[in-house]
């Protein structure tokens, strides 16, 4: 049995863990969002601002969802995975690129434009080196995350699995992000319905925060 | 120059996403990669953009990348000497 011991969502420019709203703010734009979010967050990271809007998203989404734990002071490196999905894939990223083109094709962009990138500055952040899969599918799909995820999860070398859903068109913006580990902590088994649940909620109603 | 060479922290700035830095930050002999402002071999490549598109200068021979963008100050003498009127 595995269980999501941590959960956090950004949706509607509503910055969330576990239930619990950290930030929210409607003014500006999705980057201005997110770079205030990050602020907001008390986190220096020069490289954040360097990153594109799926990159930027993600991985505000796991500093909120791993704030206050160090994930390698439980596991070695190798034995954390991480297994996301979205359905626009780096498509922003890359009609952003396609635009540059028309003038001097932008090399910050270009490195980009794929859709694993994101996961990619997730591990080099938290120092994560296990197995990595990112899916491309049409919505949020628990059952798919969830299958994919209990595989990597039987495997000998994986204890514990960063994953979810990541996910930016424009401005339309949709995160869900979870720890799945063996140990349990939060009494939450991982499974389909719970997946759902999690998504469908609407953190935005709970604020603890002033 | 020393217009040059603010124009040129801004551009930086501004081209590299520094949003944490501010002009002032950035000596003028400051190193700009490795031990210095960080720069990464993207950067780089964003750098030749820079001179391209704000002072229509190719660079040439990418050999001499590393001596060209040593520091702001080494990227403003490069400028002023291949700059075409």
Request: hydrophobic letters at 40%; a negative charge.
């Amino acid at each position: 049995m595995n269980y999501i011991n941590r959960h956090c969502k950004i949706q509607k420019r509503i910055l969330s863990a576990g239930g619990e709203v950290l930030y929210k703010n409607n003014d500006g734009s999705l980057d201005d969002f997110l770079e205030a979010g990050l602020k907001s967050l008390h986190i220096s990271y020069p490289k954040f601002y360097k990153m594109d809007r799926p990159s930027k998203l993600g991985f505000l989404g796991a500093e909120v969802l791993l704030r206050d734990e160090v994930l390698l002071e439980r596991y070695a490196p190798q034995e954390v995975a991480v297994v996301m999905a979205s359905a626009h894939s780096s498509l922003d990223t890359d009609l952003r690129y396609f635009e540059s083109m028309k003038t001097i094709a932008s090399p910050a962009l270009f490195v980009y434009t794929l859709a694993n990138i994101v996961a990619g500055e997730i591990c080099i952040r938290h120092g994560i080196k296990g197995e990595n899969a990112f899916f491309v599918l049409p919505a949020f799909d628990a059952s798919q995350l969830y299958a994919y995820v209990e595989m990597v999860m039987a495997s000998q070398k994986t204890k514990a699995c960063l994953a979810g859903w990541a996910d930016v068109m424009g401005e339309q913006h949709d995160v869900f992000l979870y720890l799945v580990e063996k140990t349990n902590t939060a009494g939450l088994d991982h499974s389909v319905e719970h997946l759902q649940k999690l998504y469908q909620m609407n953190y935005g109603k709970v604020d603890r925060r002033p | 120059m020393e217009k040059l060479i603010g124009d040129l922290k801004r551009q930086i700035i501004e081209a590299l996403n520094l949003k944490h830095l501010k002009p002032e930050d950035i000596g003028d002999e400051q190193p700009l990669f490795v031990e210095g402002l960080g720069l990464d071999s993207i950067d780089a490549l964003e750098l030749i953009v820079l001179l391209q598109q704000h002072y229509n200068i190719k660079l040439a021979d990418p050999q001499e990348g590393p001596q060209i963008f040593k520091s702001v100050k080494t990227m403003a003498q490069y400028i002023t000497s291949n700059k075409t009127a």
